[in-house]
């Protein structure tokens, strides 16, 4: 657990910044390999301009107006000061897919189908990113009560909360996670959905670990129901997609029934 990963004179490297940038050029290679053979594989390289502004913009959106609201609205001039930290990686997702929701649409590209493809490489960024946190001693967990629980050092944001007490290892978990949902979308790349049921599925296992693992964080204030805003918005995206998922069965079965009866039409 270091918030600075090495130093060479006076010049630092934070780890945060060191592993993200990992998790993106991991991810960018993973959805590389997964558009093999499609179209879509040479809009990789192409598209991550629009994707990464609009996942900047979207995850700092969510940390001042969601997540740390209280803190920013008595201190408006940091809401630009990027640089000092503050993102939400649930913004990144929302914001980076409204990149690439304006990407295909410029290229005439089928969103969904492109989704698909890169579902994987997403949530795979999203669990190494989590190494950055836990690094950074960000994205912590509530105190645990017992011996068991993470104990950060000084210099960390965790520290400076809780000191030394044991806390939940809620970053770790939530990368573990991650992982698993990897695993789970490689596997399930086999079984042929409607297309955008793939990006769909991400989202929801993603939204439904995120919402559990959120009872464990100490980092956020929390609102109605004693929710955080990383609940709020999991339950928002659990709706959301859930509905699409049908509609997106309504469509294939439309098509579907359409295809039958042009096929069985007498000519």
Known sequence: ??????????FSVASYG?????????????????TRGTVYQAHIMNSFFYVFVAAIVGARFWH???FQWGYYSKNLTEIFAIWNGGISIMGAIIGGAGGMALYTWRK???FWEFADHLAPAVVL????????C??????????????FGVVYPEGTMAFERYGAQPLWPAEIWEGQWDLIIFALLIVLRNIKFPVGVHFMIYSIMYAVGRFVLEYLRGDSPRYTFDWTAGQWTSAVMIGI??????????RDRSKSVASSAGTNKVV
């Open 125 to 132: 960024g999203q669990a190494i990113g989590r190494i950055a």
């Open 241 to 250: 997609s859930v509905i699409l998922v049908g509609c997106f069965y309504l």
């Open 18 to 34: 060191f592993v993200i940038a990992l998790a993106v050029l991991l991810s960018i290679g993973v959805a590389h390999f997964l």
């Open 108 to 110: 005439k590209l089928d």
């Open 134 to 147: 836990f690094l950074n001693g960000d994205a912590y967990g509530s105190p645990t009560g017992s011996q």
């Open 1 to 10: 657990m270091r918030v600075t990963l090495f130093e060479i004179g006076s």
């Open 64 to 66: 001042v107006f969601f």
